[in-house]
T-cell receptor
């Protein structure tokens, strides 16, 4: 079964609205969660690192006020795309690192902003 | 500098043949992990194989093997006996230790190689 459950798997929203994406860790304590974004035919680019109980750290060029990350518990990290615009349309995927060099991914979320 | 370089945007292989997907990496950390993931059109990331920097032998997982050449900083994926279902995007990735020496760091991904298997 899935170690990381990500929802929704796809979402279509209107421009200007906000969308929340959840990643839930089912088997491991998620002290850290990584959020990646992938545009079509491109690689996964790290957006931010979510840390349980503290502020997320964002990669250069990623607007922290636009991509809100909340990691209030050891089982749940959320990414909220605020005031979404068509250029935010992308594939968003979370990743949970585990001791011993392991990593589990959520199923990913395809966001389309119309 | 790029942490992970995949120079083959696309590769074609006939069913039942073997194929090698190239990957080179760049790091100054003596302790690191190398990974290969398969991403079908659904988008899910499917873990294929892992190689630790201190592992003496090349990793193997069923039809997948990793040709690890440490001095050349190369970690090529070999898929033997290709199947039609192997058609997908393949990503090479690396993880280094964090500043605090933890193995829970982020993954660096290459640009990927689109593999097409034809009958």
């Amino acid at each position: 079964g899935a170690v990381v459950s990500q929802h929704p798997s796809w979402v279509i929203c209107k421009s200007g609205t906000s969308v929340k994406i959840e990643c839930r860790s089912l088997d491991f304590q998620a002290t850290t969660m990584f959020w990646y974004r992938q545009f079509p035919k491109q690689s996964l680019m790290l957006m931010a690192t979510s840390n349980e109980g503290s502020k997320a750290t964002y990669e250069q060029g990623v607007e922290k006020d636009k991509f809100l990350i909340n990691h209030a518990s050891l089982t749940l990290s959320t990414l909220t795309v605020t005031s979404a615009h068509p250029e935010d349309s992308s594939f968003y995927i979370c990743s949970l690192p585990t001791p011993g060099w392991g990593a589990f991914f959520g199923q990913g979320t395809r966001l389309t902003v119309v | 500098a790029q942490k992970i370089t995949q120079t083959q945007p696309g590769m074609f292989v006939q069913e039942k043949e073997a194929v090698t997907l190239d990957c080179t990496y760049d790091t100054s950390d003596p302790s690191y992990g190398l990974f290969w993931y398969k991403q079908p059109s659904s988008g899910e990331m499917i873990f294929l194989i892992y190689q630790g920097s201190y592992d003496q032998q090349n990793a193997t997982e069923g039809r997948y093997s990793l040709n690890f050449q440490k001095a050349r900083k190369s970690a090529n994926l070999v898929i033997s006996a290709s199947q039609l279902g192997d058609s997908a995007m393949y990503f090479c990735a690396m993880r280094e230790r964090t500043d605090r020496g933890s193995t829970l760091g982020r993954l660096y991904f290459g640009r990927g190689t689109q593999l097409t298997v034809w009958p």
